[in-house]
C-alpha cells in the first residue's frame, strides 16, 4: 500500500508562484508514474501533470504547459508540482495519484490517491 499526502495549497495572489508536494509513505515511490490532478467546484477533474518514473519522462495538460514543472526525488519519496504565473483558473484542489510503471495522465488505472491540497488564486 502507498499513501499519498499533498502539501504546499494555499492562497496565492494572481502571477505569483507555488510548490504542491506529494509525499509517500508506506512503498517506494521510485517505480511509480506520479499524477497530479485538479477538481475546480462545479468541474470535473482534469490532468494537470504527470512524471514517469524516469524523471525524464513528464506530460502536462496544454492549460499549464510552459507554467508548470513536475519532478521528482525519489531519495525523499516524493513528486512536486511547481507553478508560476498563477491565474484564477487554476483555483482548485489538487490531487496526486500513482500508478506502477507507467505515467498517470488519466484516472484509469490508477492505484493510489491523496487526499487533495486546495490553491486558491486570488485576482
Known amino acids: 500500500q502507498v499513501q499519498l499526502v499533498e502539501s504546499g495549497g494555499g492562497l496565492v495572489q494572481a502571477g505569483g508562484s507555488l510548490r504542491l508536494s506529494c509525499a509517500a509513505s508506506?512503498?517506494?515511490?521510485?517505480?511509480?508514474?506520479v499524477g497530479w490532478f485538479r477538481q475546480a467546484p462545479g468541474k470535473e477533474r482534469e490532468f494537470v501533470a504527470a512524471?514517469?518514473?524516469?524523471?525524464?519522462?513528464?506530460v502536462y495538460a496544454d492549460s499549464v504547459k510552459y507554467r508548470a514543472t513536475i519532478s521528482r526525488d525519489n531519495a525523499r519519496n516524493t513528486v512536486y508540482l511547481e507553478m508560476n504565473r498563477l491565474k484564477s483558473e487554476d483555483t482548485a484542489v489538487y490531487y496526486c495519484?500513482?500508478?506502477?510503471?507507467?505515467?498517470?495522465?488519466?484516472?484509469?488505472?490508477?492505484?493510489?490517491w491523496g487526499q487533495g491540497t486546495q490553491v486558491t488564486v486570488s485576482s
Open positions: 495519484a500513482a500508478r506502477f510503471g507507467l505515467v498517470v495522465t488519466t484516472a484509469d488505472g490508477v492505484s493510489y
Open positions: 508506506g512503498r517506494s515511490l521510485s517505480r511509480y508514474g
Open positions: 512524471i514517469g518514473w524516469s524523471a525524464g519522462d513528464t
